[in-house]
């Protein structure tokens, strides 16, 4: 049985209050919480075993490249990957995506060569591609989401010509909700050819991912926003796209040998890590997926479901809210705007007021927001830990604004 309050009893902030009220943290979406046994493992990694990596010989350096390494293979489990080998470790979604981009895409793509993208990709999944536009004349071609925010991958495919080089889409948005059929799109994509790049930091925190059902070339996660800490992450890649890719930072580790005439280059993933790791942080991501783990994606999956339902029912008696994504199956992510109100940064800032912590602004979606003609919304973004206790208070703090803005 799936234990909200016991959970709950897991995470020290959610027990703070905010302006005299109980936190209500609705801002998963950016960063989510983090549970004591992460805050203990980055503790006792500091105080009790911290070396750097790799390099020593000595106990403290052991200690710490193992709990490191073991990172790997707990991520391939986490994302059902054939092999640990098949992860990069590194800072995050945005590292991975650039390193993609930067080791892979600009080596083999030239003017006239096209990349897909869908127009809900979050900036992590805009800028690098618009590094190869200007530098290289490479064409980014749009495809749009319906009036729901649901993305037809029939869409996506049959936007595919000669040209396209590469696909990049979220697994899930993270202002609409929407979550995208990946399967579909890998299936059809390598059919014709062509590899997809999947930014999964969303999905892979909201329900079960399969790697080895999906299919994908390249597929990216990052650590803050699964309870793990900021500056840890990881890239999946496909043996073969990891044998066509080209190292993106040079430094050590990612080399065998160095002498003034060459390099030779260490062996993947190794290859793609270069310098001091996040040490710590991978250590505090490993736990926080085991943690993960430990509750049950499907459980997880099914509590967050159940919250986005109630959601849906107690903002659709709000006909002043106009909720941004409204797929039947999407994650328990809303975003809206408000009848009279200036501007979402207003919205939120009452909220807080009665302790309720919620994103307003673009959230990195530049081309969504202008594809549905808004300026900036409020955004709430729900977690393994909130309750409909939670949605009761959001929906009271609404009303509240709302009567401020009549």
């Known amino acids: 049985m799936y234990d909200v309050e016991k959970i709950r009893g897991d995470f020290p902030i959610l027990h703070r209050e905010v302006n005299g009220k109980p936190l209500i943290y609705l801002d998963n979406g950016a960063s989510a919480q983090k549970p004591q046994v992460v805050i203990d493992a980055i503790t006792n990694a500091y ?93 980014l071609k749009w495809v749009d989401v319906d009036s729901t925010g649901a993305l037809d991958p029939q869409a996506v495919i049959d936007a595919i010509t000669p040209k396209t080089k590469l696909i990049a889409v979220t697994h899930l948005s993270n202002v609409l909700g929407t979550r995208v059929d990946v399967k579909t799109i890998c299936t059809e994509a390598h059919a014709r050819g062509v590899p997809v790049l999947i930014d999964g930091s969303q999905a892979a925190v909201h329900q079960p991912v399969d790697l080895r059902d999906i299919d994908p070339d390249f597929y990216a996660i990052t650590g803050h926003k699964l309870y793990g800490p900021s500056g840890s992450g990881a890239i999946y890649c496909k043996p073969e796209r990891m044998a066509e890719m080209q190292p993106f930072i040079g430094g050590g580790d990612m080399i065998k040998e160095v002498s003034k005439d060459g390099v030779i280059y260490n062996d993947p993933p190794m290859k793609f890590e270069a310098g001091t790791p996040g040490i710590v942080q991978t250590i505090g991501l490993g736990v926080a997926l085991e943690y993960m783990m430990g509750l049950g994606m499907q459980n997880i999956a099914a509590h967050e479901d159940t919250l986005r339902d109630y959601t849906v ?31 979402a940064h207003d919205i939120s800032t009452i909220l807080d007021k009665k302790g309720v912590a919620v994103r307003a602004g673009q959230h990195c979606v530049g081309p969504l927001m202008e594809h549905m003609g808004i300026p900036a919304s409020c955004r709430a973004s729900f977690g393994l830990y909130n309750t409909k206790a939670e949605v009761d208070v959001l929906v009271e703090a609404l009303e509240l604004a709302h009567d401020l803005f009549a």
Do not use: C
Request: net charge negative.
């Open 313 to 343: 029912e107690r903002l659709a008696g709000l006909n002043w809210l106009q909720v941004q994504g409204t797929t039947p199956d999407k994650s328990a992510i809303f975003s809206f705007t408000m009848d009279g109100a200036g501007h």
């Open 47 to 139: 105080a009790h075993e911290y070396a750097n990596v790799h390099r020593g010989l000595h106990y403290l350096s052991n200690v710490a490249t193992e709990k490191y390494e073991s990172v790997r293979g707990v991520i391939a489990r986490f994302l059902n990957a054939a092999s640990e080998d098949e992860i990069v470790l590194n800072s995050g979604t945005t590292e991975g995506i650039n390193m993609v981009a930067y080791g892979w895409a600009m080596p083999r793509m030239q003017a006239g060569d096209e990349i897909i993208l869908s127009v809900m990709e979050h900036h992590a999944n805009i800028v690098p591609w618009h590094f190869l536009r200007e530098r290289q004349g490479v064409v």
